[in-house]
Nanobody
Framework: VQLQASGGGLVQAGGSLRLSCAAS????????MGWFRQAPGKEREFVAA???????TYADSVKGRFTISRDNAKDMVYLQMNSLKPEDTAVYYC??????????????????WGQGTQVTVSS
């Protein structure tokens, strides 16, 4: 089972990036899919999640700027990031869980983690 994230890169502040995460090895039907990020010297933090039915949840720091979406037929999840700020610089990870709380709760515990993709926002 793999979650393969892609789409990271270097962008100027105010710019946009779109991250993608492809799931393989099994179908993620019914799973909650989401994104986390980890900046240097900081703990990994929740960014956004979306249920199988399309309900999105966001961290306060990204509300209004980031949009999560998914294509259930393709087992893909996306993160559209607009109005990027230098503080958004981090390695971004996709994740999958059976419950929303496993991604959004105080102790995230996804069933699956993807490898990270680096996002760097220059000022």
């Amino acid at each position: 089972v793999q979650l393969q994230a892609s789409g990271g890169g270097l962008v100027q502040a105010g710019g946009s990036l779109r991250l993608s995460c492809a799931a393989s090895g099994r179908t993620f039907g019914g799973y909650v899919m989401g994104w986390f990020r980890q900046a240097p010297g900081k703990e990994r933090e929740f960014v956004a999640a979306m249920s199988w039915g399309g309900v999105g949840t966001y961290a306060d720091s990204v509300k209004g700027r980031f949009t999560i979406s998914r294509d259930n037929a393709k087992d893909m999840v996306y993160l559209q990031m607009n109005s990027l700020k230098p503080e958004d610089t981090a390695v971004y990870y996709c994740a999958a869980a059976i419950t929303n709380r496993a991604l959004t709760g105080p102790r995230p515990n996804p069933a699956y983690w993807g490898q990270g993709t680096q996002v760097t926002v220059s000022s």
